[in-house]
């Protein structure tokens, strides 16, 4: 199966697609830029026991990107589908 990364993880469209991707098997990487707000993605993946990771991503921040390409590559190793879903304001 896919390691799938998702920006902008902890509502919306990003939520419902880190669902749907894990619910058909594949591995998702949830990214959001405060993981505090994580817990009702967390829950409902624990529920369902779906393989969710959730790190934290600034999209506007350059080092927020090389801590977490290091920390996906040191944990997946590479990411097959990236769905850039993080709004800027």
Avoid: C, W, Y
């Avoid at 969710?52 to 999209?59: A, E, F, Y």
């Amino acid at each position: 199966m896919a390691v799938v990364v998702i920006t902008g993880s902890n509502s919306g469209f990003g939520r419902e697609a880190a669902l749907e991707f894990a619910r058909n098997g594949d591995t998702v990487v949830a990214t959001m830029r405060n993981t505090d707000k994580a817990e009702s993605l967390r829950e409902a993946a624990r529920k369902e026991d779906l393989n969710i990771s959730v790190l934290g991503l600034d999209v506007t921040d350059p080092e927020s990107f090389a801590q977490f390409g290091a920390k996906v590559v040191a944990k997946f190793g590479s990411v097959d589908v990236l769905i850039n879903n993080a709004g800027i304001l």
